[in-house]
């Protein structure tokens, strides 16, 4: 390289700048560079390892919270009525058919629970509670979404045969997704 010695000076970095390169340390570049290189491959390497064990380990629980904080990004909300205060204590579900079970949510349960002195409790029955006009689904939406808790009365059948009612199945499904929504 013609004129080495002479005329070829630095400019980079700032510390060094008019120097001779022949003259200067050359570690003293790798000063600037090797931290910021040392930084950088740190960073990828922690993103290419940490990352898929994180994806692998909770994987599905990243996504709901990131379709968690997407609604909210986007402006969406929780359903009008979900903040309202609940207008009953609890929400009864049995089977309506099973005359023996009928006899004892209205008899026993209903009485103990609704007429007591010590503390009243607002109980909300299919049959008596439930808005006539209404779809089975939407009186089932209403109820489980007005009340505090559902309680879920369940009996074995006289035959082994028998499957529980639809009315109970889908009340479990809604039950589920409110406790997902809350």
């Known amino acids: 390289i013609p004129y080495l010695s002479t005329h070829l000076h ?4 700032e510390s060094q700048q008019g120097h001779n390169i022949l ?28 990352l898929p064990l994180l994806k692998h380990l909770y994987g599905w ?5 990131l379709q968690v904080l997407w609604a909210g990004h986007k402006g969406y909300s929780q359903l ?11 929400f009864v579900v049995f089977d309506t058919r099973n005359q023996a079970v009928r006899d004892w949510v209205y008899n026993e349960l209903t009485v103990n629970l609704e007429n007591s002195n010590h503390r009243r409790f ?10 006539p006009g209404l779809s089975c ?17 369940l009996s074995s059948g006289s035959d082994s045969g028998e499957t529980v009612n639809g009315v109970i199945r889908q009340a479990f499904f809604m039950v589920q997704q409110r406790i997902l929504d809350e």
């Open 10 to 13: 630095c400019e980079y970095p």
């Open 23 to 50: 003259s200067m340390d050359q570690r003293s570049c790798q000063d600037i560079y090797g931290s910021l290189a040392f930084l950088v491959c740190s960073i990828l390497a922690v993103t290419f390892t940490v």
């Open 61 to 65: 629980d990243m996504w709901y919270c």
């Open 80 to 90: 009008a009525g979900t903040d309202s205060q609940h207008h009953y204590d609890a």
């Open 122 to 131: 607002y109980l909300c029955l299919e049959e008596r509670d439930w808005i």
């Open 137 to 153: 689904i939407e009186n089932l939406h209403n109820a489980v979404y007005n009340s505090v808790k559902t309680v879920f009365v």
